[in-house]
Every structure is written in structure tokens, then in C-alpha cells.
């Protein structure tokens, strides 16, 4: 008895040939370029503008520090690492530094818990509430050259607003442009009073996305507001407290406008007063790139800057976690 070829081939477990592969259209080969390579399209420009106005002028600055470069002969030969040498012997730059940092601290700290309070009573069912919301934004969105002159006014020497309030309570006027405790209080006022309203918001918008039922709990348990900040509000928006302190520790440790537009004598020499009493890093790095034509020394400036603010922001970064964890 003979068996049929196909059947005894399906007796024996072989399966047919496969078909051939189909071969794919123009449209799915589009297809699939298009899910393969629209995401790293998208984010090129990104990268392109980065890499150009970020990456390049930041290497290009590195290289510069290592030559004595002017800016105005250009390259006059690589030095090495003698700017960074020189800058570490350099008082002015010590005396820009410690500025720097006491503006910093005087105008951050005091902005960000007072922005956090802001924010706190900007959560509150207030009449108008939008009206205050946008408000607390003005200072922010107002030129900083006339927040600059106004503020200048504010603290003048003979005819201003704040001695004459101080003359009140029986104060002696004070030279505030002249003595250096006075400059940094009276620059940091003018940082504050920009900046507040703006992390206000930032804080608002956090608080809003924290769960209501989570402060219905506290008051049932007779929590006080003041605890239920502390205990509810501060660590569920811990991320944008977070945000805040890195934003504010790289843009005060930037100052420039307020200071410079503070010395209206010496605006155009960027020194911060007759005798540096409020002169940052930013304006002598300034002086010595723009007045004195330094290019390399004024680079090197930039790079210990970078530095500085990297190191302070790692600190405040740390402190501040640590600060919201606790609470």
C-alpha cells in the first residue's frame, strides 16, 4: 500500500515552507524612519543652540584663560594657568568674592522664606484672588534699570525716603552707597523686592497640586497651621523648594544690574563704589574685560565663578533637602 508524498510528509512533522517575505512600500519604509528619528528631531534644536551659544562660548572661555588674550590685540601667547595664579593673589578679587557672597546670602534667605509665606496666604480663599496673584508678579516684569533708580532714590544720602524714615525714630542718616553693611542691605533690598513675588508663584503653584484631604486629616486631629505647614506643605513641595534655592543661588551669585545701576558715578568703571565696597564678581569681571580689555584674565573670572557657583549650589542643594526632609 503506497502512501501519498504530502500526506507522508505531514506524517513525518515537517512543515511547509515558509511564504517570502513581503516586501514593505514606501509608506511603511517612511514609517519607520519617521517613529525611528522624529524624537531625535525634535530635540535637535536643543542641542544645535546649546552647542552654540552654551558649549562652545564655555570651552572657547576655558581656552581663552590659558593665553594672555586682549580684547582688543587678541591672542598674545598661552600662559598656562598664570591667570588662575595671579587671580589667587588678587585682593580685588577676594574683595568681589566676599561681596558676592554677602549679597547672596542677604538677599536669597530672606526671599525665599518670604516667598514661601506669600505663597502660604496666596492659597487662602482671598477676594480678588487673581488680582493679588498677578500683582505680587509686577515687581518682576518692571524694568530693573528703573527698579534701579528708584531704589537709588530710596536710599540717597541726603533727600532719600529711608533716611528720612529713620530720622524719624531718631536715626542718623545713613551713606548708604559709602559704607559696605549699607550697600549690601540696601542692593538686597532691591533683589528681594523683585524676586519675592515671582518664587511666590512658583511656591503657589506647588501648594495647589498638594491633596486637600491630606489637610482635612490634620485639622481633624487639631493640627495647627502652623504645623500643617511644617509638616504637610514644606515636604510635599520639597522638589520646588529645591528648584528655587539652585535658581537663586546661580542668579545671586550673577549680580550685576542692581549693583552696577546702585553707583550711578560709577556705572560706566563697573568698581561698585569708590572703594569696591559693593563690587561683585560679575562686575570685575566686568572692569577687567570691558574697561581694561583682558580677555584672559576676565575669562579666568568666569571659570572661578562657575566654580563658586557650582560649589554653592551643591551646598544650598544639600542644606535645603535636608531642611524639608526634617520638616
Known amino acids: ?17 515558509p511564504p517570502p517575505p513581503r516586501r514593505l512600500s514606501w509608506r511603511d519604509k517612511l514609517g519607520r524612519l519617521d517613529t525611528k528619528y522624529t524624537p531625535y528631531a525634535i530635540i535637535a534644536p536643543f ?26 590685540d587678541g591672542d598674545q601667547g598661552f600662559t598656562g594657568l598664570a591667570n588662575y595664579a595671579e587671580l589667587l593673589s ?14 547672596f546670602l542677604l538677599s536669597t534667605i530672606p526671599q525665599l522664606f518670604a516667598a514661601l509665606g506669600l505663597a502660604t496666604l496666596l492659597d487662602r480663599g482671598l477676594r480678588g484672588r487673581a488680582f493679588w496673584r498677578a500683582g505680587v508678579l509686577l515687581p518682576n516684569v518692571i524694568s530693573v534699570a528703573a527698579v534701579a533708580l528708584v531704589f537709588a532714590q530710596l536710599f540717597g544720602r541726603d533727600f532719600g525716603v529711608v533716611n528720612a524714615l529713620l530720622g524719624v525714630v531718631g536715626v542718623d542718616p545713613v551713606d548708604w552707597r559709602a559704607e559696605t553693611w549699607a550697600s549690601h542691605l540696601a542692593i538686597s533690598s532691591m533683589v528681594v523686592w523683585r524676586w ?17 484631604d491630606m489637610y482635612e486629616s490634620a485639622m481633624l486631629d487639631g493640627a495647627s497651621r502652623l504645623r500643617v505647614f511644617w509638616s504637610i506643605t514644606v515636604p510635599s513641595i520639597r522638589p520646588t523648594i529645591l528648584f528655587t534655592v539652585i535658581v537663586s543661588t546661580i542668579g545671586g551669585m550673577q549680580l550685576f544690574v542692581e549693583p552696577q545701576l546702585f553707583d550711578p558715578g560709577g556705572t560706566a568703571t563697573g568698581t ?53 526632609s526634617k520638616g
Open 1 to 17: 500500500m503506497t502512501v501519498a508524498p504530502e500526506r507522508a510528509a505531514a506524517g513525518r512533522g515537517t512543515s511547509p515552507a
Open 47 to 72: 542641542f544645535v543652540v546649546f552647542g552654540v551659544f552654551g558649549l562652545y562660548p564655555l570651552l572657547h572661555t576655558a581656552w581663552v584663560s590659558l593665553h594672555d588674550w586682549q580684547l582688543i
Open 272 to 324: 561698585g563704589g569708590d572703594d569696591r565696597q559693593f563690587q561683585t564678581l560679575v562686575m570685575y569681571l566686568y572692569e577687567k574685560g570691558f574697561r581694561l580689555f583682558d580677555a584672559g584674565y576676565s575669562s579666568a573670572i568666569a571659570w572661578v565663578l562657575f566654580l563658586v557657583i557650582l560649589v554653592v549650589a551643591v551646598v544650598n542643594f544639600a542644606v535645603a533637602r535636608r531642611i524639608a
Open 196 to 212: 519675592t513675588g515671582y518664587n511666590a508663584l512658583i511656591y503657589l503653584a506647588a501648594m495647589q497640586s498638594v491633596p486637600k
Open 90 to 103: 588678587d585682593g580685588h578679587f577676594w574683595n568681589a568674592l566676599g561681596n558676592t557672597v554677602s549679597l
